[in-house]
Structure formats: structure tokens, C-alpha cells
């Protein structure tokens, strides 16, 4: 009882691993990260200006069907595959990835997206050497590059584990929708903290559900996203590149 006691107590005590990872994920996860995320809503300020959207009620909506049909039904799962072939160094399997998941987004805007985001944070890890050599090589070859490769890249880089990386993507994206609902519904402070902090519970399952998904499991059906972010593109007046 004492031992199992003592190991108890260890395994509760942070030690300098686990701080640098949480320091990783941290940084990772960072709104100011510098590769543009602020500079896009994803369909949201769409589906604002359709009124498919247009309180706190509708906004947490829109965000949570984001994250359970499109997030959790192809990006996170593809992030999970691409984190795998990474740590495997798989560079075939990634490249084909890679290549689907261009392929898979909805509409230009979309596309336009990951590849911009995608290459902003590959830069950033060339230019601070994050991994070894062999694997800078192959992420430099990847042109263009989705943000799910060059994340799952990242995070492999800095010693995050599989689901901590898919985690803080989820809650990247998130936190993101959020600040973008409170420029554009629009929303104050504390309902879009409330919209966010409503998404803790969620975020475990589908976190677990999205590694847990199988290549054929894969659905890139989000026909009611493609209509909205098509007509974002000739929106009168926009605030966000998609």
C-alpha cells in the first residue's frame, strides 16, 4: 500500500519533461502563433451574414457542428494520420495525406486556408530547426502544405504526444471560431468565454473518437460549409479571408 501510495505521489509531481511539454502545447496552441489563423473565420462570417447565425445560441451552435461534423469527421483524423507518418517517418504516406487532404476541402477560400496557414507554420519550424534533418527535408519538399502536416510536424518536433497535439489543434480552432463570432454576430467577452468554456467537455470525446478513426472512416461531407464559404468569396463586405 505504501509503494502504491509513493508511486501515486511521483506521478504527481511536474517534472521538467512535462513542463517543456506543456510549454510546447502552449506554444502550439497560441493565439498568436504567427501563421495568420486571426485572418480567417471558416465559414463563420458566412453563415453571419446568411443570419445563419446571429446570437450567442446560434454562434455555439455553429461552432460545435463544426467541430463534431467536419472537424472530428476528417481534419482531426487526418492531423492523427499525419502525426503517426511523422513519428514513422513515412514520407510517402505523408505526401499522399497531404495531397487527399487538399483535395478534401469544400470550396477555393477553404483550400487557400491550409495552404497559407499550413506554409506559414512550416516556415516557422524550418526557420527555428525543429526536428532533425531528414524530416526538414521532407517538410521542406511538401508544397503545398496543409496545416494538419505541418502541425502534426510541429508538435512531433516538440516531444507532444499524439493526443495533446490533437487537442490543442482542436482548441486552436476553438478559440478561433470564438474571436471571430465576437467581431462578427456580434458577441461580448464573457458569451463567447461562455461559448468556450462550454466546449471543455466535448473537446476529451472528440479527441479520442477523432484518433481512434480509421482512414475509411473518413467523411468529407459538409455540403451546408461548401455553400456558405462559396458565397463568403463574393460577400459585399467581409472582415476575414474565408
Not at 480567417?40 to 461534423?69: C, F, K, M, N, P
Not at 510536424?153 to 490533437?166: F, K, Q, R, T
Not at 490543442?168 to 458577441?187: D, G, H, M
Amino acid at each position: 500500500m505504501a509503494a502504491g501510495i509513493e508511486v501515486c505521489i511521483h506521478t504527481m509531481i511536474p517534472t521538467a519533461t512535462s513542463i517543456r511539454k506543456l510549454i510546447g502545447i502552449l506554444h502550439l496552441a497560441s493565439p498568436v502563433l504567427p501563421i495568420g489563423a486571426f485572418s480567417y473565420s471558416q465559414g463563420l462570417e458566412g453563415a453571419v451574414d446568411a443570419r445563419v447565425v446571429h446570437d450567442a445560441t446560434s454562434a455555439q451552435a455553429w461552432i460545435r457542428s463544426g467541430l463534431e461534423h467536419v472537424l472530428l469527421t476528417n481534419e482531426l483524423p487526418m492531423l492523427a494520420i499525419l502525426y503517426r507518418d511523422w513519428e514513422d517517418e513515412n514520407y510517402s504516406e505523408i505526401n499522399r495525406s497531404n495531397a487527399w487532404f487538399l483535395a478534401s476541402r469544400e470550396s477555393f477560400e477553404l483550400r487557400q486556408e491550409t495552404e497559407q496557414m499550413g506554409w506559414s507554420l512550416a516556415q516557422l519550424a524550418l526557420s527555428l530547426r525543429w526536428h532533425d534533418n531528414a524530416r526538414q527535408i521532407a517538410l521542406r519538399s511538401l508544397k503545398p502544405i496543409c496545416l494538419p502536416a505541418a502541425f502534426a510536424y510541429a508538435a512531433g518536433a516538440l516531444c507532444i504526444d499524439l493526443e495533446s497535439c490533437v487537442a490543442a489543434y482542436c482548441f486552436s480552432w476553438i478559440e478561433n471560431q470564438v474571436a471571430a463570432a465576437l467581431k462578427t454576430v456580434p458577441l461580448g467577452q464573457i458569451a463567447g468565454q461562455k461559448i468556450l468554456f462550454a466546449m471543455h467537455t466535448l473537446i476529451p470525446e472528440v479527441v479520442l473518437r477523432a484518433i481512434n478513426t480509421t482512414p475509411d472512416q473518413i467523411s468529407t461531407f459538409a455540403p451546408h460549409l461548401g455553400i456558405i464559404s462559396s458565397r463568403h468569396a463574393y460577400q459585399y463586405s467581409r472582415l476575414f479571408r474565408s
